[in-house]
């Protein structure tokens, strides 16, 4: 594989607390790590149970237009974000403005 052609890290783990499910994403939420995010998504909203579902995004450093639209899904059903820094907080506010648009 040349120089520069290697995906992205990503991580993805799922934290189960007694009234909140959060998932934590870190890395790039971009190219085909924004299809197996929302498989788990899928899968984590399946086992809610009437708790709380955030995803942490304090260790994305980067989020494509795929995820922005998986975000605003996920807006969309209540899920609440964990952001930190100067940009994700941004993309967090712009993309529940245009989810709500």
């Known amino acids: ?4 052609m290697a995906d992205p890290m ?6 189960d607390a007694e009234n909140l499910l959060v998932m934590k994403l870190e890395g790039c939420l971009a190219g085909p790590w924004v299809r197996e995010t929302y498989r788990c998504w899928q899968r984590v ?3 809610l149970n009437g708790r709380v579902m955030e995803v942490d995004m ?6 494509d237009d795929e ?3 998986l975000m ?4 969309l059903e209540g899920v609440r974000f964990r952001t930190a820094g100067c ?5 967090v506010r712009e993309v529940a403005e245009a989810a709500e648009a």
Not at 72 to 75: G, K, R
Not at 87 to 91: C, D, F, R, T
């Open 10 to 15: 990503f991580r993805l783990t799922v934290h």
């Open 1 to 4: 594989m040349g120089a520069g």
């Open 58 to 63: 304090r260790d994305v450093c980067h989020v």
């Open 67 to 69: 995820g922005r639209k």
């Open 87 to 91: 940009l994700m907080p941004e993309i």
């Open 45 to 47: 909203m399946a086992m």
């Open 72 to 75: 605003a899904l996920m807006h």
